[in-house]
C-alpha cells in the first residue's frame, strides 16, 4: 500500500492521560499535514511541516499539542493532558503540492 | 476572513446532475479546491481552480469566479456511489495551508 497510513485507527482514552498518534506519508511527499475533524465540520488545519521543518502551527492548537516530523518522514501528534474537547478524528496528509493533498485514513480519538 | 460558505445539504437523482456552490471571502485568496468524502472514509481530491473557468475531470467538473468569490462543483450522470460530503477549500495560501468549508452532505435518491 502506498498511500498515507496512520496508526492506532482509534483510540479511547481517559482524560488527563496523553496520546500519541503516527502518521506514515507517501515516501515521496515533502508536505505534511495534520488536521481535525469533528462531525459534520470540515477538516480543520492544525500543523505543517515541510520535510522536517514546522512551517505552520494553528492558533487552536494549545500548547498541549505537539508534532514532530524527525528526518522528515514520518510524523507524531502528541495531546497532554487529554480532555473531553480534544474527541475528534485526527487526519494526516502528505503532498508534494498544497493544493493536492493525499489524506489518511485519520485516527478517531474519544476522550472519557 | 478566511469562511467559505456551502450548502449543508442537496439531494439529487441518479443520472441527473447536481451543482454545488461555494461562496468565499477574498481576503488572500489564491485558489480553490474541491474534496469529496464518504461517510468514515478520508477527504480524496477532487479538483482545484486557481484561475477564472472550469475545469473538467471526467463526470466532474469545477468552476471558479474571482469577480463574483464564487465557485461550484458540477457532477454529472449522478450515481449512487456519488452520496457524500463535498468540501470547497480555499489555498494554499502563502504558508500552504488549506480552509475547508463546512461541507455539503450529498444524496443521491433512485
Known amino acids: 500500500d502506498t498511500g498515507v497510513s496512520q496508526n492506532p485507527r482509534h483510540k479511547i482514552t481517559k482524560r488527563g492521560q496523553n496520546v500519541t498518534f503516527r502518521c506514515d506519508p507517501i515516501?515521496?511527499?515533502?508536505?505534511l499535514y495534520w488536521y481535525r475533524q469533528t462531525l459534520g465540520q470540515g477538516p480543520e488545519f492544525l500543523t505543517y511541516?515541510?520535510?522536517?521543518?514546522?512551517?505552520?502551527k494553528s492558533r487552536l492548537l494549545s500548547d498541549r499539542f505537539s508534532a514532530e516530523r524527525p528526518k522528515g518522514s514520518f510524523s507524531t501528534l502528541e495531546i497532554q493532558r487529554t480532555e473531553q474537547g480534544d474527541s475528534a478524528m485526527y487526519l494526516c496528509?502528505?503532498?508534494?503540492?498544497?493544493?493536492?493533498?493525499?489524506f489518511g485514513p485519520g485516527t478517531r480519538l474519544t476522550v472519557t | 476572513g478566511q469562511s467559505l460558505e456551502q450548502p449543508s445539504e442537496v439531494t439529487a437523482v441518479e443520472g441527473a446532475i447536481v451543482q454545488i456552490n461555494c461562496t468565499y471571502q477574498?481576503?488572500?485568496?489564491?485558489?480553490l479546491s474541491w474534496y469529496q468524502q464518504h461517510d468514515g472514509g478520508a477527504p480524496t481530491f477532487l479538483s482545484y481552480?486557481?484561475?477564472?473557468g472550469l475545469e473538467e475531470t471526467g463526470r466532474f467538473s469545477s468552476f471558479l469566479s474571482r469577480s463574483d468569490s464564487y465557485g461550484y462543483l458540477l457532477l454529472q450522470e449522478l450515481q449512487m456511489k456519488d452520496s457524500a460530503s463535498y468540501f470547497c477549500?480555499?489555498?494554499?495560501?502563502?504558508?500552504?495551508?488549506?480552509?475547508f468549508g463546512t461541507g455539503t452532505r450529498l444524496t443521491i435518491i433512485p
Open positions: 477549500a480555499r489555498g494554499p495560501e502563502g504558508n500552504e495551508k488549506l480552509t
Open positions: 477574498t481576503s488572500g485568496f489564491y485558489g
Open positions: 496528509a502528505s503532498t508534494t503540492s498544497p493544493y493536492e493533498q493525499y
Open positions: 511541516f515541510q520535510n522536517e521543518a514546522q512551517l505552520e
Open positions: 481552480n486557481a484561475l477564472d
Open positions: 515516501s515521496e511527499h515533502n508536505r
